[in-house]
């Protein structure tokens, strides 16, 4: 299971720290990574991170948001910082290991003045 929490209504240039707790599976071997779906868009790629901790980045986020692991606490973050309001949208944390995949139920985050 996939727990995501921490969205909310933040202003612009504000900041947010999004949390996907997990249980279940061993999280260690997993590669974990935060997509969004904004209104009347596809989900997209926001950031990956592999089980040795190495990350990658959507370009529209590059130096705003870091994703990071606590493989003793089963959890993946996303520490979002100059937010914007594109970057409204419901995150979704998923969790892959080559034939298994998972995903949280989503987080609303919402940038607005």
């Known amino acids: 299971q996939l727990q995501a929490s921490g969205g909310g209504l933040v202003q612009p240039g504000g900041s947010l720290r999004l949390s996907c707790a997990t249980s279940g599976f061993t999280f260690g071997i997993y590669r974990m990574t935060w997509y969004r779906q904004a209104p009347g868009k596809q989900r997209e790629f926001v950031a990956g991170i592999s089980s040795n901790s190495r990350t990658d980045y959507a370009d529209s986020v590059k130096g705003r948001f870091t994703i990071s692991r606590d493989n003793g606490q089963d959890t993946v973050y996303l520490q979002m910082n100059s937010l914007k309001p594109e970057d409204t949208a419901v995150y979704y944390c998923?969790?892959?290991?080559?034939?298994?995949?998972?995903w949280g139920q989503g987080t609303q985050v919402t940038v607005s003045s």
């Open positions: 998923n969790a892959q290991y080559p034939a298994h995949v998972y």
